[in-house]
Structure formats: structure tokens, C-alpha cells
């Protein structure tokens, strides 16, 4: 089983990046899928999450209104599409599976609901 991000890159402030997560090895379509970031010497935090189904997301406060979640189950793939980008979003990104059939705030929140993890893909943004 591989997840599989990429899509980071350098960025102004007030541009707009889209990470993919492509998933192989099995089917995660019964799966809620997110993403984390994490800077150095600081602890992964909760980004954006989405149910299995694609009918919730939820989303990091600072990020609401910015960074969209999205997914495509034929394809394995989920996204993030993040505009409005701040110096502040500056990060490894890593895309993440939780746990099957998984729902709700109080597992997407938290990296202990992650069965799988990505490789972590970095987004840089400039002032």
C-alpha cells in the first residue's frame, strides 16, 4: 500500500498550489482521507479531511474558506486545493488514510486515526 503526494512547490503569497494523493495497493474508497502538515521541530497538525463517501469535510480553522478537500474514488485520489496561500501554510504536507468507515471531527482530527501515511510533499510560500 502506497500513498503517493505530490504537487508542492514554491509559491507567492496569494497564489494557489493543488497537492494530489494518489493511492495504490488497494481501494480506499471505504476510507476518510486528509491531510496534515507539519514544520520542523513542531508537532504534525490536522489540515483537511473528507469522509468516505465525499459528503463531509472538515477543516482546520485557519484554513477555512482557502483550502478546499476533494476526491476522486475511481481514480484513488484525493486532493487539496489550496488558494489564498499565506507565508504561514509554509510546510510538509502529508496525505493521510484513516482508518475504515472512520468519521466524524474527532477522528479526522487526530494523527492516532491514520492508518497510512504519504511520503509528504513541501509547500513553500514567500512573502
Known amino acids: 500500500v502506497q500513498l503517493q503526494a505530490s504537487g508542492g512547490g514554491l509559491v507567492h503569497a496569494g497564489g494557489s498550489l493543488r497537492l494530489s494523493c494518489a493511492a495504490s495497493?488497494?481501494?480506499?474508497?471505504?476510507?476518510?482521507m486528509g491531510w496534515f502538515r507539519q514544520i520542523p521541530g513542531k508537532e504534525r497538525e490536522f489540515v483537511a479531511a473528507?469522509?468516505?463517501?465525499?459528503?463531509?469535510?472538515f477543516y482546520e480553522e485557519s484554513v477555512k474558506g482557502r483550502f478546499t478537500i476533494s476526491r476522486d474514488n475511481a481514480k484513488n485520489t484525493v486532493y487539496l486545493q489550496m488558494n489564498r496561500l499565506k507565508p504561514e501554510d509554509t510546510a510538509v504536507y502529508y496525505c493521510?488514510?484513516?482508518?475504515?468507515?472512520?468519521?466524524?471531527?474527532?477522528?479526522?482530527?487526530?494523527?492516532?486515526?491514520?492508518?497510512?501515511w504519504g511520503q509528504g510533499t513541501l509547500v513553500t510560500v514567500s512573502s
Open positions: 473528507i469522509g468516505w463517501s465525499g459528503g463531509s469535510t
Open positions: 495497493g488497494r481501494s480506499f474508497s471505504k476510507n476518510g
Open positions: 493521510a488514510a484513516y482508518g475504515m468507515y472512520l468519521t466524524g471531527s474527532y477522528h479526522f482530527t487526530s494523527s492516532q486515526s491514520v492508518d497510512y
